[in-house]
């Protein structure tokens, strides 16, 4: 009697578990396609605005590389993508639930990132596959070794609330012996997306 009661509660626990299961796996669908296009135009913004703040370094904004990883990134210190769902570090005061909830539900599951970067006059950018990166080295075809790289970026898919001005994603830039990563907060003014907030998790 007592054992088939709990053989109906674990059945009843299964079901539950598929129904969320299925209902994200929904929704992650649903966010991929809503929020495609405007994935390119946060990263570009955000990575224009990040050359502008560094170009002084190269003296001019000519022959700058950008190497971009295309698996989509997961928060270094995290130990997983489901992890995402308990990590309050996104989690800005100041964003809508529904960002929040976007940028958790589109990084639940690995994907690649597919955006076209629009960057200033003299930058030019390539993805790579972050098995390329890990094996990096002199003969390779990566462009890590050009003048005036700006390191590689990896970036986890954007959340967007459901007007689409305003977005939480998380960022790796590594660039030789220096680094770092945080999550941003951006938000669209007047048509031009800049970043209202933003959260550093690591620097080296």
């Keep these: 009697m007592q054992r088939g009661r709990y053989t109906k509660i674990f ?15 929904v929704l992650f669908i649903i966010e991929q396609r809503r929020a495609h296009d405007e994935v390119g135009e946060v990263l570009s913004a955000y990575l224009s605005d990040e050359i502008q703040h560094d170009v002084h370094d190269w003296g001019s904004g000519a022959g700058v590389h950008i190497i971009l990883q295309r698996e989509a990134q997961v928060p270094i210190k995290l130990r997983g993508r ?3 769902l308990f990590d309050s570090q996104p989690r800005f005061p100041e964003a809508a639930l529904a960002t929040r909830v976007s940028f958790v539900v589109r990084n639940v599951f690995a994907t690649h990132i597919q955006a076209e970067l629009r960057l200033p006059k003299g930058v030019d950018s390539v993805v790579v596959n972050q098995s390329q990166l890990k094996n990096d080295r002199p003969g390779n075809s990566l462009p890590r070794h050009f003048n005036n790289s700006f390191g590689y970026i ?13 977005a939480i994603f998380y960022i790796d830039h590594f660039c030789g012996l220096c680094g770092g990563g945080g999550y941003i907060l951006m938000r669209k003014i007047d048509g031009v997306w800049r970043v209202a907030d933003q959260h550093s998790t690591w620097v080296s």
């Design 11 to 25: 059945f009843r626990m299964v079901k539950i578990a598929l129904v969320l299961l299925l209902g994200i796996i």
């Design 82 to 84: 489901w992890a995402m």
């Design 154 to 166: 990896a970036v986890s898919q954007p959340g967007f609330n459901s007007s689409k001005t305003e």
